[in-house]
């Protein structure tokens, strides 16, 4: 009797070494992951930054151009109904030129407006997986240093 409990612990032992030495060789294949995946993160992280300093410079500058031409235009637009009544017979009317110019801009600073919004929004939300992608990789590490 006293023989197969020996013969027992030993294939214990046995099996709980080489289920110590399979969970040691996941382990690392998991830590050549991880730095993959850490280094992927950094990567989309660069690009994030990437886009959102031409965004921001594309859109401010787009915006400031909308602004500026909307200036000019309500300068300009008294000044041109003025000289319209100096222009000869026949010629096309001004007042509905401008009124469709105006409309026009105006559509154009809402749609661009709305894309910025639209931009920001998908920025924003890239932003936030690969915070919650950063936090993964933070408890994966703290488990790998528990190991």
Known sequence: MAAAGVRTTKGLYFTFTLLCLVCIAGSQLSKEQLE?????????????????????????????MMNAYMNFFDQMAPLMQKTSTELPDGFPPVGGFLENVKVFMVKTKTYIDGQKDVLDAQIKEIEKSLRQQRKLIEFLEENHAEL
């Open 36 to 64: 993959r995946l850490k280094e992927n993160t950094e990567q989309l992280q660069q690009k994030v930054d990437r886009l959102r300093a031409k965004y921001e410079s594309e859109m401010t500058t787009s915006l400031e």
